[in-house]
């Protein structure tokens, strides 16, 4: 039987903490792409029957809201909740078989794997994904034993996942403003058997006083933008212990020197860049 949803697409280059919270009050379901430009994508999706543009431009108005420019295209599918958002083709990166909820049983590999359910999208096969888990997994395989670890803007939790997988004597700390992403981490953590090792709570950064409690952290891991990145900074360096390590991705090419900047300016050493397509990662090292 089909069913139909509409899809409202906002491109953002900077949004705000209203905007996304009226997106999350309004739609059924919400994701967020990060695109090669360094911009994003915000995404709503509305059951057929329940949405009108005029409605939601009534409700944005009302919250005084001012909406970015955005684009509705009608979904058809028997199920477009699986087809179209939390639907991904497994994938093998490093140490690590990424498959989706949608998949019952997990792939046929000798990775570690790791069932995430995506229905927020969170870039759980993004590229810049693919470089932090990279970069994770080098250093582990270096011999690095981090006992407490920070997962800043967690999202699905994926970070998270493969870190508690590698050290399972680690304990991970993840936040993330939004509180869906929060739910979509623990849920995560539960259905890959890493629960003990991982708490998850909403925060704006590093602002939250529930950090300092396992400040320092041995390796902060924060795949969000380069603007937060650059702002958090100082914040990281003062919750990063000495001789730990930083995974910092979610920016490009041309971004790339002023994040590393703003974390060397700290007292921080670039170790190492990882290039996929047009995104970058950094491993930074506090010494």
Same mark, same amino acid.
Not at 39 to 52: H, I, K, L, P, T
Not at 84 to 111: L, M, N, R, S, W
Not at 277 to 287: C, F, G, M, V
């Given at each position: 039987?089909?069913?139909?949803?509409?899809?409202?697409?906002?491109?953002?280059?900077?949004?705000?903490?209203?905007?996304?919270?009226?997106?999350?009050?309004?739609?059924?379901?919400? !994701?967020?792409?990060?695109?090669?430009?360094?911009? &994003?994508?915000?995404? =709503?999706?509305?059951?057929?029957?329940?949405?009108?543009?005029?409605?939601?431009?009534?409700? !944005?108005?009302?919250?005084?809201? &001012?909406?970015?420019?955005?684009?509705?295209?009608?979904?058809?599918?028997?199920?477009?909740?699986?087809?179209?958002?939390?639907?991904?083709?497994?994938?093998?990166?490093?140490?690590?078989?990424?498959?989706?909820?949608?998949?019952?049983?997990?792939?046929?590999?000798?990775?570690?794997?790791?069932?995430?359910?995506?229905?927020?999208?969170? =870039?759980?096969?993004?590229?810049?994904?693919?470089?932090?888990?990279?970069?994770?997994?080098?250093?582990?395989?270096?011999?690095?034993?981090?006992?407490?670890?920070?997962?800043?803007?967690?999202?699905?939790?994926?970070?998270?996942?493969?870190?508690?997988?590698?050290?399972?004597?680690?304990?991970?700390?993840?936040?993330?403003?939004?509180? &869906? !992403?929060?739910?979509?981490?623990?849920?995560?953590?539960?259905?890959? =058997?890493?629960?003990?090792?991982?708490?998850?709570?909403?925060?704006?950064?590093?602002?939250?006083?529930?950090?300092?409690?396992?400040?320092?952290?041995?390796?902060?891991?924060?795949?969000?933008?380069?603007?937060?990145?650059? &702002?958090? !900074?100082?914040?990281?360096?003062?919750?990063?212990?000495?001789? =730990?390590?930083?995974?910092?991705?979610?920016?490009?090419?041309?971004?790339?020197?002023?994040?590393?900047?703003?974390?060397?300016?700290?007292?921080?050493?670039?170790?190492?860049?990882?290039?996929?397509?047009?995104?970058?990662?950094?491993?930074?090292?506090?010494?």
């Amino acid at each position: 039987m089909e069913s139909k949803c509409w899809q409202v697409i906002f491109r953002v280059s900077d949004a705000q903490t209203e905007f996304m919270d009226f997106l999350d009050d309004f739609f059924d379901v919400t !994701a967020v792409n990060y695109l090669d430009s360094g911009d &994003e994508e915000y995404v =709503g999706y509305a059951n057929y029957n329940n949405f009108s543009e005029q409605n939601m431009l009534s409700q !944005a108005s009302l919250k005084k809201i &001012e909406l970015p420019p955005y684009r509705i295209i009608e979904l058809k599918s028997e199920n477009w909740l699986k087809d179209y958002v939390i639907k991904f083709d497994a994938f093998e990166v490093a140490d690590f078989c990424i498959y989706g909820a949608h998949q019952e049983h997990p792939p046929h590999t000798d990775k570690i794997c790791l069932q995430i359910y995506a229905a927020t999208a969170f =870039g759980s096969n993004h590229q810049t994904t693919r470089a932090c888990i990279t970069a994770i997994s080098e250093l582990y395989h270096q011999g690095f034993l981090p006992k407490s670890i920070l997962d800043m803007g967690c999202g699905s939790g994926i970070l998270s996942l493969c870190a508690a997988k590698l050290w399972p004597n680690g304990k991970i700390v993840g936040v993330d403003i939004d509180d &869906e !992403a929060v739910v979509v981490t623990l849920s995560n953590a539960q259905n890959n =058997g890493v629960s003990s090792q991982i708490e998850a709570f909403v925060g704006d950064g590093y602002t939250d006083s529930r950090l300092n409690k396992k400040t320092p952290y041995d390796l902060i891991l924060s795949n969000i933008l380069a603007n937060p990145l650059k &702002e958090f !900074a100082p914040h990281l360096a003062g919750h990063l212990a000495q001789g =730990g390590y930083a995974v910092l991705s979610g920016f490009v090419d041309n971004q790339v020197e002023e994040v590393v900047k703003a974390h060397t300016s700290q007292g921080l050493k670039l170790k190492k860049i990882y290039k996929i397509d047009n995104w970058r990662a950094a491993l930074l090292q506090k010494e």
